[in-house]
Structures are given as structure tokens and as C-alpha cells.
């Protein structure tokens, strides 16, 4: 589908007094890369109008910096149907220790033995959908199909910065420990979040990450 | 510069918030109510967006060691300057040496304006100690004996006098009304709009946002993608928790909002405490449903 009759099947609403929500019906493969150039055109551009625009998984959320709305929906409309693919954005590559608490069981639910399954996410390409939940918390798609499966049923309190994690379709890297409820299979020593430097955050909407083993 | 003596609650530099950087996992955070700021930091003399002492909860003691002209807003409370009551809402000359006094209620929310601002250090475009995640280092704990500087120095003379009337604030409640404008999921609810809640019971608050207990209120699940925040959203779980976004949300979410509380009550979150019940008002133009 070209960027025009994606944009044709956008449902904007208004998202309370002070932004916009433009969403599609479900994900797909050239909304993704619509969605990261439009990211990475707002990271450039800065328009005076928008106080922040957050890429989903299906959708963008823009935040007003004044009360006039019609600005803000030119600027994404226009972003939308112009900005460049972000072609294969930064590659990154992660050592990865393939030690995580819920290896072994993740295996056994999924008829592996760990080897196979660190093997398989070590072959995996992945894309950054999206950044959320936490500071620097990339969703990380492109998993092997193989290890696809449910998140924990109960949340861990405590799961250590580095822990590499999977769930659903997705793998990630907590960049702080926090709670979490993805299942831990690896960890790495690749700091994701710089909070004293002057750029925040390593993997942006659009790149591609790749787990080297380290063990 | 001001230096705590005592620490009762939850104390942090906020101004107007850290834009910019919400797909970067980080929510803008700053002030919990941006009125109550701009309130203080007129009365102090600052630029109304200025860092200023966000107090949560039970209230401090602190030693005044430069002398200089602040302000009090948000919820008022009893205040002493060595013994002598003070009032919220109007510029205040207060001389090196003394010994301030803010009692722990009633009311969960101050902010205390210091002439010159508030310092945190200056991080990407803001001095607000958010996310307070102490993971991140960005929140520095008060306790007794932390000192806080002013970022710029506080005028050697008392400027302009002002009194504000806390009338134009949101009501000190309780009741405790939040006025609601559909969200952008509010089609995807049944027809019967009844089912969602209109009284919601605090179950937990704070700058995250306020989590609701009891009768689950719309326990079928709505299938989102995940999707970026907004301030005042209210997201509906599975289980049919309501949330409440506050200043420093989670960044993305993938639960469904059939409302989102109008910008102007925002800061009546602040003012929640759990066993709080709040009502939803449909604000001005938001369709209504018969009861």
C-alpha cells in the first residue's frame, strides 16, 4: 500500500483537551515503516506546534503545545506521506550471556533445549517497533517464530537491568531494573540508557538489532 | 538556599515538564498541578514555569539560610515561621535564620516556590527530578539536612507583594469531581455507556497516577496495539480497573479510554488520596447518556 491509501484508512481522534491519536485497524508491514520515518522526521524536525509524538504499535500519538489542533495534523499528514524510510536505521549488536532465569523453562514450553533456544534468538533480526513502558525500553520485533509465547502469568518484582527478555512476538533489554513480566532468557552489560550523557537512549523506532553470544 | 531539617513526605523539584523525549520511554513529568506552579512561582517572583518544591503528602521543617521571597500554593495547610502562622497565596519575605514549619495536612499537595527557582540540575531541557525512579539517579531523596539551592540569586530586596485568591483553583474537595470528555475508544464500549464507571474509588495515588478499587467496571477485553499516553487519560483494564494518568505514566499503554479528564482538572489528582471517591462530570459538549 503507498503512504496515501494508508493515510486514506486513518481514524484520527481527539485525545482529550491536548493531543491526537491517529491509528490504523492493525499493524502492518508499510504502516511500520511510515511509522519510523515519521518518527525520525519529528526527531529532526521539531515542529514549535508539537510537544511530543509517540510511534505505536499501530498508531501516533501527537501532543499539543498550543490550543490551535489543525497545525499538528498538517505537520503528521504531510510527515506521513513525505518523510524518507528509515531504509535499515542504526544496526546495533548486543553481547548477549544466554543465562537467564527462565531459560530452562521457557525451553520446556516451547519443546527446545535452551541451546536452541538461544541459538534461535542469537539468528533473529530484529526491528525497534516501538519505546515505551520505561526509559529506553525498546519492543524489539521479529522474533523467531519458534519462541513465541505468552508473558509470565505473574510478574517478577524485580528484574535486573540487562535482563535480555522475551514475550508475545517480541524480545527486549531492561535498560532499569524494574518489574516485568517477559520471560528472562539472557542478560547483557550493553548500557541502553545513558542517563548522565547527552543522548539518552541507544535504539530508536526503525533499527535493527542484532544478539551476539557471549557465552 | 533552604535546608531541610525534617522530611515527612514525598518532596521534588518540578517545573513545567521535560517534552519531547515521550518516545524515548520517558513522560514529561514536571509539576503534578501546573496551576498551583504558575501560582507559586508568581508569588515568588519567577517565571511561572520555573522548578519549584512539589510536597506530596505530610509536610517538613526547614531552615531559611539565605534570605528571600517565596510562595505557597496548592492545597493550603498550616504554616509557621518560628511559631508564627504564615499564609499560602501571597509573597513571602522570609529572612535567613528562620525556621520554617508546614504541617502534614489536610490536603496531600503543596508547592513551595523559592525566589530564583528551585535547583536541580538541568537535564535534557528541564530541572523536573522525573521519572523519580531512583534506578535512574534523576531524584535526589530529601531528607533531613539535604539542602536546595536557588538556580539563580533570589532577589537582595523584597520585590512586589502579591495575594492570589485560591478561588480560581480546582475546589478543595472533597466531592471530588473530575470533569471527563470522551476518549478516543469511547465507540468501542457497548451501547450501553452505564456500564462504565461514574464514581471511581481510589486505590492507590501518585505521580504515576491514581489506581481505582472495587466493582470491576468493564471486565471484556478490548484488543489495542500498544499505543503512546496522554496526562488525564483513563485507561480501563481487562480485570475493569479504571487508571488514571498522572505526570510521570507509563509512556505507552494498550488498554482502552473511554474518557480522558479535561487539562484544566488534572491538578485535582494531586489532591487524591486512597478510600477518596471521585466522580466522572461529563464535561460541557461531551455527548451525554440518559442515566
Redesign the interface.
Known amino acids: 500500500m503507498t503512504p496515501a491509501e494508508l493515510w486514506a484508512q486513518v481514524r484520527t481522534a481527539r485525545y482529550g483537551g491536548a493531543a491526537f491519536l491517529f491509528e490504523w485497524e492493525e499493524a502492518r508491514a508499510e504502516l511500520t515503516e511510515r511509522l519510523w520515518a515519521l518518527d525520525r522526521r519529528w526527531r529532526a524536525a521539531r515542529p514549535e506546534t508539537i510537544a511530543d509524538l509517540i510511534v505505536g504499535q499501530n498508531s501516533v500519538v501527537a501532543t499539543l503545545r498550543g490550543v490551535d489542533a489543525d497545525p499538528v495534523v498538517r505537520w503528521v499528514e504531510e510527515a506521513f506521506l513525505t518523510a524518507p524510510a528509515p531504509d535499515r536505521g542504526t544496526s546495533h549488536r548486543i553481547a548477549v550471556v544466554y543465562d537467564g532465569e527462565d531459560l530452562a523453562e521457557v525451553a520446556e514450553t516451547l519443546g527446545l533445549d535452551p541451546e536452541a533456544v538461544a541459538a534461535r534468538h542469537a539468528a533473529s533480526v530484529f526491528r525497534v517497533g516501538w519505546v515505551g513502558f520505561l526509559p529506553g525500553f525498546a519492543y524489539l520485533t521479529g522474533l523467531d517464530p519458534g519462541l513465541v509465547l505468552p508473558r509470565r502469568a505473574a510478574v517478577r518484582p524485580k528484574v535486573p537491568a540487562g535482563a535480555v527478555a522475551v514475550a508475545d512476538a517480541m524480545s527486549a533489554v531492561y535498560p532499569l531494573s524494574s518489574p516485568g513480566g517477559w520471560h528472562l532468557i539472557g542478560r547483557t552489560a550493553k548500557p541502553l540508557l545513558t542517563p548522565a550523557g547527552p543522548r539518552l537512549t541507544l535504539l530508536e523506532p526503525g533499527d535493527t538489532v542484532r544478539f551476539v553470544r557471549d557465552d | 538556599m533552604i535546608e531541610f531539617l525534617s522530611v515527612r513526605g514525598m518532596i521534588s523539584v518540578q517545573d513545567g515538564g521535560r517534552?519531547?523525549?515521550?518516545?524515548?520511554?520517558?513522560a514529561?513529568g514536571g509539576a503534578f498541578d501546573l496551576p498551583s506552579l504558575k501560582a507559586a512561582n508568581l508569588l515568588a517572583g519567577n517565571a511561572p514555569e520555573a522548578a519549584a518544591l512539589e510536597i506530596l503528602g505530610a509536610g517538613l521543617t526547614a531552615l531559611v539560610r539565605v534570605s528571600l521571597p517565596m510562595g505557597f500554593a496548592g492545597h493550603p495547610r498550616p504554616l509557621h515561621a518560628d511559631g508564627h502562622p504564615l499564609p499560602f497565596y501571597t509573597t513571602l519575605w522570609v529572612k535567613a535564620g528562620t525556621v520554617l514549619d508546614l504541617a502534614d495536612g489536610p490536603g496531600q499537595h503543596v508547592v513551595w516556590a523559592l525566589g530564583g527557582g528551585a535547583y536541580a540540575p538541568l537535564r535534557?531541557g528541564s530541572r523536573s527530578e522525573t521519572?523519580t525512579?531512583p534506578?535512574?539517579?534523576?531524584y535526589q531523596p530529601k531528607r533531613a539536612h539535604t539542602v536546595i539551592c536557588t538556580v539563580k540569586p533570589p532577589p537582595p530586596r523584597p520585590g512586589r507583594v502579591l495575594q492570589l485568591d485560591p478561588a480560581d483553583w480546582p475546589p478543595f474537595g472533597p466531592p471530588w469531581n473530575l470533569r471527563v470528555?470522551p476518549?478516543?475508544d469511547w465507540d468501542r464500549f457497548p451501547a450501553d455507556k452505564t456500564a462504565l464507571p461514574r464514581e471511581i474509588r481510589v486505590a492507590a495515588a501518585g505521580r504515576m497516577g491514581i489506581r481505582a478499587s472495587g466493582d470491576p467496571v468493564y471486565p471484556r477485553p478490548i484488543r489495542l496495539?500498544?499505543?503512546?499516553?496522554?496526562?488525564?487519560?483513563i485507561e480501563v483494564d481487562a480485570s475493569g480497573t479504571a487508571m488514571l494518568l498522572g505526570p510521570e505514566r507509563?509512556?505507552?499503554g494498550g488498554y482502552p479510554?473511554p474518557w480522558?479528564?479535561?487539562?484544566?482538572d488534572l491538578g485535582v489528582l494531586a489532591e487524591l488520596a486512597p478510600g477518596a471517591v471521585v466522580r466522572l462530570i461529563p464535561a460541557d459538549g461531551a455527548r451525554r447518556e440518559a442515566p
Request: net charge neutral; proline share 11%.
Open positions: 517534552f519531547g523525549r515521550q518516545n524515548e520511554g520517558l514529561p535534557h521519572p525512579l534506578q535512574l539517579g534523576w470528555v476518549g478516543p496495539g500498544t499505543r503512546g499516553t496522554v496526562a488525564g487519560a507509563q509512556t505507552t479510554v480522558v479528564i479535561v487539562p484544566e
